[in-house]
């Protein structure tokens, strides 16, 4: 059986530096790695975030109501779940497009048994539209889905190479952890990914890898060893089964 990884991109990722928008370069570049990566046999599921779209700040200086902030940022998921499907089709690799809120113009519903089979077809699978719910965050949505999709890793991609201490942007002393345990994470609120999420993980025992996006071939990087990474486990000392 080939491996399985879920790799979750925020959607400032894909403005690049600006963190607004999309950044060609960036994208094609992350695209071309992904695609390398997957040539090598292993399975890959996507969950994208919507942040260079829209922002939940950007509905509380609205006045709006919570839940219709979510819904929009849910859109706007759907929304980067299509460029990054149409860049992967542009460049040739089979690549199919999943939603949990119901959008049936566009894609098919999100279920493990279908997204299994696709990544069993051997093609990138990109999840979309968060739970389908108002009130929970793409990174519990990509801990679920992984689960559901039985991958063996998550990889969640960041500004910053792991996890640290504290803000390495405000704090250049912040302690960087290569291994570190899903309980050590929850006591001290290390906010890498929201705590549901973590919580999640460590019920399913789903190990969580945690890189920067912003280095030459990250996810590769990452498979060879070769660059610097946190992995969230159990034990917090052993590396993840797919690197």
């Known amino acids: ?128 539209g968060g739970t389908g719910s108002p009130y929970f965050t793409t990174d519990t949505a990509s801990v679920t889905m992984a689960a559901a999709l039985n991958c063996s890793t998550l990889m969640k991609g960041t500004k910053f190479p792991g996890v640290f201490s504290k803000d390495p942007a405000k704090f250049p002393d912040a302690q960087h952890f290569e291994h570190i345990s899903y309980r050590q994470v929850l006591s001290e609120r290390l906010h890498v990914m929201d705590m549901t999420a973590f919580e999640i993980a460590q019920k399913e025992k789903l190990p969580i890898i945690v890189f920067s996006l912003f280095q030459p071939n990250p996810i590769s990087a990452v498979l060879a060893k070769t660059c610097q990474f946190t992995v969230v486990n159990d034990r917090g000392n052993q590396m993840a089964s797919s690197c």
């Open 1 to 128: 059986m080939r491996d399985r990884v879920l790799l979750k991109i925020s959607g400032e990722a894909l403005g690049g530096s600006s963190s607004i928008g999309y950044d060609p370069s960036f994208i094609k570049a992350l695209i071309s790695d992904i695609a390398n990566v997957h040539q090598k046999g292993i399975e890959i599921a996507i969950v994208v975030g919507g942040g260079n779209l829209f922002r939940g700040k950007q509905s509380e200086a609205l006045g709006m109501r919570t839940a219709s902030g979510d819904q929009m940022g849910m859109l706007a998921t759907i929304m980067n779940g299509i460029a990054l499907r149409d860049v992967f089709h542009s460049h040739g690799i089979p690549c199919d497009l999943l939603s949990s809120l119901a959008c049936p113009s566009v894609c098919d519903i999100f279920s493990g048994s279908r997204g299994r089979e696709i990544l069993s077809q051997g093609k990138i699978l990109i999840c979309v």
